[in-house]
C-alpha cells in the first residue's frame, strides 16, 4: 500500500495550544486500510514561519519526529533545543513537547507515532506567559 504525498489532503491541527495552524497530512492510521499493530499514525506535518505546534503531553504512547526541512525550537519538557534538518527527536511517553517555527520558511517533518498499550490520550500544556 502506498500513496503519494500530493494525494494526501492537508488537515488543520486541533491541538488547542497551538500558536496559529499548523497542518499534517495523515499517510498511515491504525484500523484504516488495513493497518494493524501498535502503530498510531504517520503524518508527514507542516508548521509555517511564527507557528507552533502545541506543547503537549502523550499519556501510552511514543512519537518519533523526523525534521525534513526548515528550521526552529524543539520545546522538550522545560527545556528549548534547536532543529533543522536530518535531526532526529524521540518523544517519550509522558514528556512534554512541541515544535516552534522562529525560521522564515516551513518546517516540514515526519511524525511517527507508536501506542503503548490499548489506548492513549494527548493532554495540552499550556504555556505560563
Aim: charged residues 25%.
Amino acid at each position: 500500500m502506498g500513496y503519494t504525498r500530493a494525494s494526501v489532503p492537508f488537515t488543520r491541527s486541533v491541538m488547542p495550544t497551538n500558536k496559529g495552524t499548523t497542518y499534517y497530512q495523515r499517510a498511515f492510521e491504525r484500523g484504516v486500510d488495513g493497518v494493524t499493530g501498535p502503530w498510531e499514525c504517520v503524518d508527514y506535518m507542516t508548521i509555517p514561519a511564527g507557528t507552533q505546534f502545541g506543547r503537549h503531553i502523550h499519556d501510552g504512547s511514543e512519537e518519533l519526529y523526523v525534521i525534513l526541512k526548515g528550521r526552529g525550537t524543539a520545546l522538550l519538557d522545560d527545556e528549548e533545543h534547536a532543529v533543522g534538518p536530518g535531526d532526529y527527536l524521540m518523544l517519550r511517553d509522558q514528556g512534554c513537547h512541541g515544535l516552534r517555527n522562529d525560521g522564515p520558511d516551513n518546517i516540514e517533518l515526519l511524525c511517527v507515532c507508536v501506542y503503548l498499550g490499548a489506548s492513549h490520550r494527548l493532554v495540552p500544556v499550556w504555556d505560563e506567559k
